[in-house]
């Protein structure tokens, strides 16, 4: 697209274009829009600086850069260069902001492709070579030297190059110095005038034989004052003469006026009057010029106005500005005194002074009359910053309206500059008032008297008449007949109203009566304590003088009203009488003295100390039980009466036994025994006292069982061989002996002596009496224990006590044993084809499960088994009865028991053997069978059995035989019954499952 006509923004900032915009119209009436952003930190392009670029077209097609900076261009070499070589500019001036740019048609295309390459370059070009070159001291934005004339001027370069050198003013410096890493050249002198505007430069030469410059300017600064004269301190209507000064600068000043934006300044901002001269001073080297304004009048509109000096010189404009001040005021009718002259009495009022415009701001004198007076509220004094400055001046007179001010005249003066005044005034008219009372009487009377008052008004505007309303009837006059006390410091109220309003005037009631004294029937005091008697007295007017003395005695004892007794002593206890006399006020000031009095008992308390005493004086009593015991009586000296009570102490018990002075015990009896203490209790006025006395009773009485119980009794079962004791407490005086049984339900004697097993501990404390505590100590409980109770009595020379048993029986543990161990081998004796009864005996607890077997046992099954676990008997039985004989049976039985404790099994073994009498064809003819059985126990000696019917030598030879086999079988079946045995317990097996054609019990 070809752009004829664009119009540009490019806003520069001092690190990054912000913000680029363009929209264009041209003669094609094509429209282009976008946004550019540069990196203006390139060291190259030095867009370090700030300004705004504007392009535009002219009418003659001719592109136009404004640069608001001046030397903008200059400063920014790279720039203008680029502008030189893309668009073949030419400066126009060179102090002026514009710079032409011939050929606007050109293609914005192609323009930005060249610029884009020539930035390309410079960046390449700056990143082939990164040596330092600067002048120390310039700034960054404008790349100057600002120093003070008269000051040293230091310039220096630095760089990283050696071939550094500085020229200034034509001359060349080349004293390079290595100062912290780097090549310095610098001199210094004294800054003048000519030092303005001058240029430094320094130049070095790279490794690639590039040659580096730069450039700054030097400034040199005066204090140039400006100074506005003649603005100060006018006063309204006088002549004003304003200058201003401008002294101290190096250049003339190509303009100097004054600025005002006020209409007043119409004289002053008149050019064609006004008067410019300027002075050069050679010594200083600096122009004075003073700009004379023609002189004018001054008004107050004046005040406050700003007038502004400002100054061109050298391309820079100062300025100096200052603000007008006019005095003027107070004004007639800007000062104003306000308020309500007319109102009532007692109101709150308040007069106003206030002036609106003066400077400087007024005073306020206040007048009434001729007389000067101050108000109490301070001076309010406000400038007003408005666009001709003035102050308002304000204070108030706050009071309350008086009768003496009606006619008064009020002033205010205020008081300005050069003392000009202006006065306001303002007249009270008539200041109404409320009615003045009076009231004519006696209003102090004795009781039962009359009251007679009257009320009367002695001023008020306008005039009105008094009342005492209803209780006077609505005159003004009071009477009450028959004045009673209750009526003292009553009030009564006369009244008058008129427009102002309704006035009071109020009397008190004074009634005089008495002196009534009241005094307590009687008091009380401890003796060598303080007593101080207060007597309430009732009476008006209140008591002058006291007096008090004892009943039948005329000494005084005491003057004071109130009594003191010090020390008290049981003498001083008697009838005390109190006299008060008051004195009474009269007419005509005459006074009457009136007497009251009463009477009091006094008391004096005593007792106890060391007058606690028994009757009968005794500190151990012993009795026998039964024997009736004397009343014993508590003793004490007390006033008033001592309170008592006795305490029975046995042991680590109390008991209460009497709340008087006389303890009756009855007959004696072990429930007595003890330390009998009587508490005397003295109740006195200030504390309580307490004393005792004791004494100890002892009674001889026959034993009596406390307790027996077994320690740490164990309701299961207790193990067989552990330890059990039991302790019995027994209460006897004289001590008691203690002897121990056994008690068993299964027993027919229930008090059964100890056996060796036994033993006991035993200790004695014999405190008011003896309470022995006896220990029975089991040494090694047994299962034949179980069921046992242990029983205990005791005596001594006053008798026996019954026998107490422990409450609860105690059951030991075993595992099951045969009962007696002489029948753990039995023999039975039979024929095949007879019955045969077999029994075995054990001793469980708890009850155990017995089973039979036949030796050899091959099945682990019992033939026959009585079941009797539980608890409550230790010897069982159980009987195996067959009834019919069969040869196989015959050999090694064995019965074996256990029960829930978990302990060894129990064994019985028993012998079936074949009789002597036997026939030999039993088992094959089935006859009836024999019902005769021989039973041997293998303790037995073979030679108290009876002889074999019929045998002979060859029947003892194969009895032997049978023996010896029938012996090993025995331990051989042993072993597979013990083996099947703990078989069956693994494998359950019930034995209903089998039927052996026996019977079974259960």
């Not at 001199?187 to 505007?197: L, M, S, W």
């Not at 004198?365 to 408005?386: A, E, L, Q």
């Not at 039991?726 to 339900?745: C, E, F, H, Q």
Request: hydrophobic share 35%.
């Amino acid at each position: 697209m070809y752009v004829r006509c664009c119009c540009c923004t490019y806003i520069f900032h001092n690190s990054r274009v912000k913000y680029t915009h363009y929209q264009t119209t041209c003669r094609r009436r094509s429209a282009l829009n976008g946004y550019y952003l540069f990196d203006t930190n390139d060291t190259k392009l030095k867009f370090q600086g700030y300004g705004m670029l504007l392009w535009h077209c002219n009418a003659q097609n001719t592109l136009k850069a404004f640069f608001p900076l001046k030397g903008f261009i200059e400063r920014r070499k790279h720039l203008r260069a680029l502008i030189d070589v893309d668009f073949h500019t030419r400066l126009v001036h060179a102090d002026t902001d514009v710079m032409n740019i011939q050929n606007c048609n050109y293609r914005f295309r192609d323009i930005m492709i060249l610029y884009l390459t020539v930035v390309l370059v410079l960046l390449v070009k700056s990143a082939l070579s990164q040596s330092v070159l600067e002048v120390v001291g310039a700034t960054n934005d404008t790349n100057t030297i600002n120093v003070q004339k008269g000051e040293n001027l230091t310039l220096t370069c630095r760089s990283d190059l050696e071939s550094l050198t500085l020229e200034y003013a034509s001359v060349i410096y080349n004293d390079t110095k290595m100062i912290n890493g780097f090549y310095t050249v610098s001199f210094t002198k004294i800054a003048v005038r000519d030092d303005d505007n001058q240029i430094v430069t320094c130049r070095a030469t790279n490794a690639t034989g590039e040659s580096l410059k730069i450039e700054a300017k030097v400034r040199v600064q005066v204090d140039v004052k400006i100074t506005l004269n003649g603005v100060k301190n006018l006063t309204e209507g006088d002549t004003a003469n304003i200058s201003c000064t401008v002294s101290g600068s190096l250049y003339e000043p190509s303009s100097v006026m004054f600025v005002c934006i006020s209409s007043a300044c119409t004289s002053l901002m008149n050019q064609t009057s006004q008067t410019i001269n300027t002075v050069y001073d050679n010594a200083s080297e600096t122009f004075t010029t003073v700009l004379q304004a023609a002189p004018f009048s001054v008004t107050s509109d004046l005040n406050e106005v700003w007038i502004i000096c400002p100054v061109s010189m050298n391309g820079s404009v100062l300025f100096s500005r200052d603000n007008v001040s006019v005095f003027y005021g107070p004004y007639q009718d800007s000062v104003y005194l306000t308020g309500y002259s007319d109102w009532h009495e007692g109101y709150p009022g308040g007069l106003t002074c206030y002036s609106t415009l003066s400077n400087p701001a007024v005073t306020l004198t206040w007048y009434n009359g001729s007389t000067v007076f101050s108000p109490d509220s301070p001076v309010s004094v406000i400038k007003r910053n408005s666009a001709y400055g003035y102050y308002e001046t304000r204070q108030e007179w706050d009071f309350k309206y008086s009768r003496y001010f009606s006619g008064s005249n009020i002033s205010c003066v205020a008081t300005g500059h050069q003392n000009k005044t202006v006065i306001k005034t303002r007249q009270f008219g008539v200041i109404h008032f409320a009615p003045e009372l009076v009231i004519l009487g006696n209003s102090i009377i004795d009781e039962g008297d009359t009251l007679n008052l009257t009320c009367e008004v002695i001023a008020a505007s306008p005039m009105t008449n008094a009342s005492w309303g209803p209780i006077g009837n609505g005159s003004d006059e009071l009477v009450i007949a028959n004045v009673q006390r209750n009526q003292d410091g009553n009030y009564y109220n006369c009244f008058a109203e008129n427009l102002v309003r309704k006035s009071y005037k109020d009397v008190r009631l004074t009634v005089q009566y008495g002196p009534d004294i009241s005094l307590s029937w009687i008091r009380t005091v401890n003796e060598g304590t303080s007593l101080t008697i207060q007597p309430y007295i009732r009476g008006n007017p209140e008591p002058v003088k006291f007096t008090w003395k004892r009943e039948g005695s005329d000494a005084v004892v005491s003057t004071d009203k109130n009594l003191l007794l010090e020390n008290a002593t049981r003498e001083q206890a008697g009838v005390y009488i109190f006299e008060a006399t008051s004195v009474r006020q009269r007419e005509n000031n005459a006074t009457e003295e009136v007497t009251g009095n009463a009477s009091i008992i006094v008391e004096v308390r005593y007792g106890l100390g060391e007058s606690l005493s028994l009757s009968p004086n005794i500190s151990v009593i012993e009795f026998n039980e039964g024997d009736p015991v004397p009343q014993i009586t508590c003793l004490a000296e007390c006033v008033p009466e001592c309170d008592f009570k006795w305490n029975q102490y046995y042991r680590n018990t109390m008991r209460h036994r009497s709340i008087n002075a006389v303890l009756d015990l009855d007959n004696a009896s072990s429930a007595l025994v003890g330390i009998y203490m009587c508490e005397a209790i003295y109740n006195g006025d200030q504390n309580r006292i307490r004393r005792n006395v004791t004494f100890e009773l002892r009674v001889k009485y026959k034993p009596k069982i406390e307790s027996v119980a077994v320690n740490d009794f164990n309701i299961n079962l207790y193990s067989e061989g552990t330890p059990i004791t039991t302790t019995a407490k027994v209460r006897a005086y004289p001590a008691a002996k203690l002897t121990w049984g056994i008690r068993n339900d299964q027993f027919t004697n229930q008090f059964l002596p100890l056996d060796s097993r036994y033993s006991v501990n035993q200790s004695v404390e014999c405190s008011y009496d003896c309470e022995v505590t006896e220990t029975l100590t089991l040494s090694s409980a047994s299962c034949t224990d179980t069921g046992n109770k242990f029983s205990v009595y005791a005596e001594n020379e006053k008798g026996n006590s019954t026998v107490q048993s422990v409450l609860n029986s105690i059951y030991v543990g075993c595992s099951p044993r045969p009962l007696n161990s002489s029948l753990t081998n039995q023999t039975y004796s039979t024929c095949e084809g007879e019955e045969l009864n077999m029994t075995a005996s054990f001793l469980s607890n708890p009850g155990p499960w017995m089973g039979w077997y036949l030796s050899p046992d091959t099945s682990g099954i019992p033939l026959y088994y009585t079941d009797e676990r539980g608890f409550g008997s230790i010897i069982h039985h159980t009987n195996y009865h067959i009834p019919f004989v069969y040869k196989y049976m015959f050999g090694a039985w064995i019965v074996e028991a256990e029960n829930y404790g978990g302990g060894p099994v129990g064994r019985a073994f028993i012998e079936v053997v074949q009789h002597p009498n036997c026939s030999g064809d039993v088992h094959s003819t089935f006859s009836v069978p024999r019902t005769t059985t021989s039973v041997q126990s293998t303790t037995l000696s073979a030679g108290n059995m009876a002889p074999s019917q019929g045998s002979g030598q060859t029947g003892v030879i194969v009895g032997s035989v049978i023996g010896s086999l029938l012996l090993i079988a025995i331990i051989v079946g042993g072993a597979i019954v013990f083996m099947r045995y703990r078989k069956k317990q693994k494998g359950n097996i019930k034995l209903h499952q089998f039927d052996l054609g026996m019977t079974r019990k259960t």
